[in-house]
């Protein structure tokens, strides 16, 4: 299993999560951050809560099967891209297992 990490701005929060659930991944967690990268956008200003950071960003965090992260990978990209700079990132990690907290069951498919 993998874990996808999206890094994407706010105004695109909503066409990105749409088009995830029209593609089958219908669990995301999403978070409100500020970040800070090497190009600065115009409209970018000093954060009250921290002083380094300059850029609102939404962190948008799924879990699927191995062989749907290219899948899903292309899904968020397409929906997340702007003709500006700066879209964000996406990082990709190992998940050796993750279990429903109800039942106590892996939700990791076991290839053969």
Known sequence: MKEIKAFIKPTKLENVVEALKENGFESVTLSEC???GAYKREDSV???KFHFADSKVIKLELICQNEEVKKAVKI???NAKTPYPADGIIYVSDVNDAYKIKTGK???KIDF
């Open 76 to 78: 968020i990209c397409e």
């Open 34 to 36: 500020e970040g800070t």
């Open 46 to 48: 000093p954060s009250l």
């Open 106 to 108: 892996s939700i990791k």
